[in-house]
């Protein structure tokens, strides 16, 4: 089994930038799409960002339109870490963030796109803080 390990969040001012990783260990990450989610205080968790397995894909990410432009994801197999890229942070970016991974076979719904709900994803990580101070 792949666990998970995020860290990276912190207090930051508004318009300031954090990089989440997202480390795996009991497996190798590139055979598993990964995806960033994020729960706010008193709301439900969504979608950030995801990217493809990379055996499959070359990598595909999808971005959630709420942080387009602002954030990016990336992968660095050598470190078996996803990362989370985050720019000109806003107080609405606020939330504890998760990172997710599930497996993909060659040829599955899944191997050129990641899934973007949070409910085809089958190891999660136990999330970190972000707060971003106005």
């Known amino acids: 089994q792949v666990q998970l390990v995020e860290s990276g969040g912190e207090l930051v001012q508004a318009g300031g930038s954090l990089r989440l990783s997202c480390a795996a260990s009991?497996?190798?990450?590139?055979?598993?799409?990964v995806g960033w989610f994020r729960q706010a205080p008193g709301k439900e968790r969504e979608f950030v960002a995801a990217?493809?397995?990379?055996?499959?894909?070359?990598?595909?990410?999808v971005i959630s339109d709420s942080v387009k432009g602002r954030f990016t994801i990336s992968r660095d197999n050598a470190k078996n870490t996803v990362y989370l890229q985050m720019n000109s942070l806003k107080p609405e970016d606020t939330a504890v963030y998760y990172c997710?991974?599930?497996?993909?076979?060659?040829?599955?719904?899944?191997?050129?796109?990641?899934?973007?709900?949070?409910?085809?994803?089958?190891?999660w990580g136990q999330g970190t803080q972000v707060t971003v101070s106005s």
């Open positions: 009991g497996g190798i990450l590139s055979s598993y799409a």
């Open positions: 990217v493809a397995a990379i055996s499959w894909s070359g990598g595909n990410t």
């Open positions: 997710a991974a599930k497996y993909t076979y060659y040829g599955d719904a899944h191997s050129l796109s990641p899934p973007v709900t949070q409910g085809l994803y089958d190891y």
